[in-house]
């Protein structure tokens, strides 16, 4: 009986090892951000935007300063799995029909939490600090001629996978922003959501 327990405790051990080993930036970026108390540095170019300098960057970028995640946001042009996979490995992706940053209706995004560290891509992780996010932060995106949105974050939560009234546009009468994860680490068993009014 000891023989067996000890063969599944090793097993267990190993497994949490696997884990922890698959998805080790993620868990970096989690550490590194609950003991050194301080997200990543933006880029000098989009400090000055979240310091107010200017209202124009680099188009199609989101920011979130609390959380230090820059990305590139890329435009799905279909609905599909692969189109979806494809656009994760260059940023955060816009889903289709959704409303464009700044404008009425609900500007959605998604991107990784985690992923397979074999695939290809320099965002796998990029929405890996999410659920850090406190309520009354500010988001920053910019459109395809690079003016600059703000957001602030006015609710977060974990929903299901199949529920979909998140891409609601709200018969476009306010402006809103929702970002989306997969949750917990590793699964796509659940969905995280930040939803964001719009500043400015």
């Not at 816009?94 to 998604?110: E, I, K, R, V």
Request: aromatic share 14%; proline share 6%; net charge positive.
């Amino acid at each position: 009986m000891m023989i067996w327990f000890k063969r599944i405790l090793l097993a267990l051990v190993l497994l949490f090892v696997l884990a922890v080993a698959i998805n080790f930036r993620y868990f970096y970026l989690n550490l590194s951000f609950v003991f050194l108390k301080q997200p990543a540095p933006l880029d000098e170019q989009f400090q000055t935007v979240v310091d107010g300098h200017k209202n124009v960057m680099e188009a199609n970028y989101l920011l979130v300063p609390s959380l230090g995640i820059q990305a590139p946001v890329v435009y799905a042009t279909a609905t599909s799995s692969q189109v979806f996979s494809d656009a994760l490995e260059y940023g955060v992706v816009h889903y289709p029909d959704t409303a464009l940053p700044g404008q009425p209706g609900n500007c959605f995004l998604f991107g990784h939490s985690s992923d397979y560290p074999w695939k290809k891509g320099s965002f796998k992780t990029v929405f890996a600090l999410l659920p850090k996010i406190g309520m009354g932060e500010q988001i920053l995106i910019s459109d395809p001629t690079g003016a600059v949105f703000r957001y602030r974050v006015t609710k977060t939560q974990v929903v299901s996978a199949n529920q979909v009234e998140f891409l609601d546009q709200n018969d476009y009468q306010s402006r809103v922003l929702t970002l989306q994860t997969s949750y917990p680490i590793g699964t796509a068993l659940r969905r995280f959501i930040v939803t964001a009014e719009f500043v400015r």
